[in-house]
């Protein structure tokens, strides 16, 4: 892997190379916020954006992911009841981010619990067909829906809940997980990416792509089909932050590092729709140190702003995707992009500084994507991770029992987690099972680290004053 990829100090140029230069209304926000705070509105005009080579569709720089979809508050769940997504809500950030110029939403069959489609498709059928773009995913990841009459299914009904005739873009989802096999059995033995090309061809798919999450052979091999000639990629959806620039393959041997996959698109000039800037937020969501260095480079930046930044300067990024649950996410995202000023070459090795500040942190890397979800054992996988995260920037992670912090961080450490966690959702339900492994897009392997914050919680219970 490191062999293939381009050094860093090599490839600055080329990063930002066909940007326009433009000046963009950055807001304040306080500092490690989840949710960016400034009142200020985002202008009425001024989006960015870019332009398809294959279709010649002007696309919008923000993309809206459908994937972290509002919830309705204040709802009496019962033990295990997940809550209902506020559809008012969702037409009202749907409404404003059109409103602002936004044109391009990502969704998924696999998305919120399976109804992520439904919400977008009622949501977007209240503005004319022509003004949006819709992506969705061929999600067929679990076994039975990998014959290919199930696969057929799978595709109508993302017709039929999202409201359309035709998808604009319709992604292969997360090939590589799994590798050459499961790329086989999902869209190869059963014929289903040859019929995918068929419904291209008849007008109800306009762009073809994939989404890459894993081995990068599968991603090289599809790359040498696009070559040869055997199928053609109108764009390819990838995973690119400043911290997986370069460290995404040290912070998980089976992950990618992004400035080798931007670079194989780049070089054969197949657009890059970009995935998970803020790494599931966790970029936005940084220790109060790294807040200080980036507000003493700009106090009016947002944490986010710098990522989103990031994401968008490079030459022949389509779009780029942001699950934006709040209101206030949007606006951020907003005038981050309406225009876009592109990171020079000084501040993409200010934000290189930060990556290497976040990568000793040894966090675990979730991104609160949810797909190892549901737990057959009832476990919130996600939120354990969040909440040990989040514990380790804020350093509420014990260690030793002479430190004079250690019981303050102790209970914080408890306190939390069973606050964040149900006590029958917490890592010690997990009997390692294994099913979660191969959903992970980040590779992570759940049962031992399942059983490494146990043991750790187990021990902080035991130790006493």
């Known amino acids: 892997?490191?062999?293939?990829?381009?050094?860093?100090?090599?490839?600055?140029?080329?990063?930002?190379?066909?940007?326009?230069?433009?000046?963009?209304?950055?807001?304040?926000?306080?500092?490690?916020?989840?949710?960016?705070?400034?009142?200020?509105?985002?202008?009425?005009?001024?989006?960015?954006?870019?332009?398809?080579?294959?279709?010649?569709?002007?696309?919008?720089?923000?993309?809206?992911?459908?994937?972290?979809?509002?919830?309705?508050?204040?709802?009496?769940?019962?033990e295990g009841q997940e809550p209902d997504f506020d559809q008012d809500m969702i037409n009202r950030q749907v409404d404003y981010a059109i409103a602002h110029g936004v044109n391009y939403f990502d969704t998924s069959p696999a998305y919120c619990r399976g109804l992520s489609e439904r919400c977008t498709g009622i949501a977007?059928?209240?503005?004319?067909?022509?003004?949006?773009?819709?992506?969705?995913?061929?999600?067929?990841?679990?076994?039975?829906?990998?014959?290919?009459?199930?696969?057929?299914?799978?595709?109508?009904?993302?017709?039929?809940?999202?409201?359309?005739?035709?998808?604009?873009?319709?992604?292969l989802h997360g090939v590589g997980m799994g590798g050459m096999d499961d790329l086989h059995r999902?869209?190869?033995?059963?014929?289903?990416?040859?019929?995918?090309?068929?419904?291209?061809?008849?007008?109800?798919?306009?762009?073809?792509?994939?989404?890459?999450?894993?081995?990068?052979?599968?991603?090289?091999?599809?790359?040498?089909?696009?070559d040869e000639g055997r199928y053609h990629w109108d764009f390819v959806q990838v995973e690119l932050n400043y911290l997986d620039w370069e460290y995404a393959n040290e912070i998980n041997e089976s992950n990618t590092d992004a400035v080798y996959l931007y670079g194989e698109l780049h070089k054969r000039g197949i657009p890059a729709v970009i995935m998970e800037p803020l790494l599931g937020g966790r970029l936005a969501n940084v220790p109060e140190n790294v807040v200080a260095k980036m507000k003493s480079r700009d106090a009016q930046a947002s944490v986010a702003s710098w990522a989103f930044r990031f994401a968008g300067t490079p030459e022949g990024v389509l779009t780029v995707l942001s699950g934006m649950t709040y209101m206030e996410h949007l606006r951020d995202n907003l005038r981050t992009y309406m225009p876009l000023k592109p990171l020079s070459e000084e501040e993409k090795e200010f934000l290189y500084e930060v990556a290497d500040d976040i990568f000793n942190l040894n966090t675990i890397p979730c991104n609160d994507c949810k797909y190892c979800m549901p737990c057959p054992y009832g476990l919130n996988i996600p939120a354990i991770f969040v909440h040990y995260n989040k514990c380790i920037k804020e350093g509420n992670i014990?260690?030793?029992?002479?430190?004079?912090?250690?019981?303050?961080?102790?209970?914080?450490?408890?306190?939390?987690?069973?606050?964040?966690?149900?006590?029958?959702?917490?890592?010690?339900?997990?009997?390692?099972?294994?099913?979660?492994?191969?959903?992970?897009?980040?590779?992570?392997?759940?049962?031992?680290?399942?059983?490494?914050?146990?043991?750790?919680?187990e021990e902080l219970k035991r130790s006493e004053k």
């Not at 985002?42 to 960015?48: K, Q, S, W």
């Not at 299914?153 to 319709?170: C, G, H, P």
């Not at 606050?419 to 392997?445: F, K, N, T, Y």
Request: charged content about 25%; overall charge positive.
């Open 124 to 171: 977007l059928a209240r503005h004319p067909r022509d003004t949006y773009y819709i992506a969705t995913k061929l999600s067929n990841f679990a076994p039975d829906t990998w014959p290919a009459a199930a696969s057929k299914k799978m595709f109508e009904t993302s017709l039929r809940e999202l409201q359309v005739d035709y998808v604009d873009y319709l992604l």
């Open 398 to 457: 014990p260690n030793e029992r002479m430190d004079e912090e250690y019981w303050r961080q102790r209970r914080a450490f408890l306190v939390g987690y069973d606050r964040s966690v149900p006590r029958l959702r917490q890592a010690d339900h997990c009997i390692g099972c294994g099913e979660c492994v191969s959903h992970c897009p980040q590779g992570i392997d759940i049962p031992a680290e399942m059983q490494r914050i146990d043991e750790f919680v």
């Open 1 to 78: 892997m490191k062999e293939r990829n381009i050094s860093r100090r090599s490839f600055l140029k080329r990063l930002g190379g066909g940007a326009v230069a433009t000046s963009a209304l950055l807001a304040a926000c306080k500092g490690g916020a989840s949710q960016p705070t400034s009142p200020a509105e985002p202008p009425a005009e001024g989006m960015t954006m870019r332009v398809n080579p294959n279709t010649g569709d002007r696309v919008s720089l923000l993309g809206y992911g459908m994937m972290r979809l509002p919830e309705v508050q204040g709802q009496k769940l019962k």
């Open 186 to 226: 999902r869209y190869l033995d059963n014929g289903i990416l040859d019929w995918l090309v068929e419904q291209k061809t008849a007008g109800r798919i306009r762009n073809l792509g994939f989404s890459y999450h894993g081995d990068v052979a599968v991603f090289d091999t599809l790359l040498q089909w696009h």
